[in-house]
Nanobody, 122 residues
Framework: QVQLVESGGGLMQTGGSLRLSCAAS????????MGWFRRAPGKEREFVAR????????YYADSVKGRFTISSDNAKNTVYLQMNSLKPEDTAVYYC???????????????WGQGTQVTVSS
């Protein structure tokens, strides 16, 4: 079992920055690839970013590419999502997730956090 706890969400103006953190506990963090997803009001959950188990490869949704950066710190069992140049359309609940063999598909992740709200005002 892996427990995931997100933090760092909040209210930010357009163009601002936030950094989300996802702290993992339980089984060896380094054995899992990590991802971030989000769900905006009235919309389906969507992929945001993911990082491979060794931290060497990252992948992003087109909507956040160039603005968001995913990173991990295995020593701290934590994955981060640095969000810059925020837009109102980034408003959503953000979830981190962990899985052994992951992709852009949420179904490929085994463990999920409870989510953290990000609100971007115009």
């Amino acid at each position: 079992q892996v427990q995931l706890v997100e933090s760092g969400g909040g209210l930010m103006q357009t163009g601002g920055s936030l950094r989300l953190s996802c702290a993992a506990s339980g089984r060896a963090f380094s054995g899992y690839a990590m991802g971030w997803f989000r769900r905006a009001p009235g919309k389906e959950r969507e992929f945001v970013a993911r990082i491979t188990r060794n931290g060497r490869s990252t992948y992003y949704a087109d909507s956040v590419k160039g603005r968001f950066t995913i990173s991990s710190d295995n020593a701290k069992n934590t994955v981060y999502l640095q969000m810059n140049s925020l837009k109102p359309e980034d408003t959503a609940v953000y979830y981190c997730a962990a899985g052994v063999f992951t992709s852009y598909d949420a179904a490929s992740y085994d463990y999920w956090g409870q989510g953290t709200q990000v609100t971007v005002s115009s």
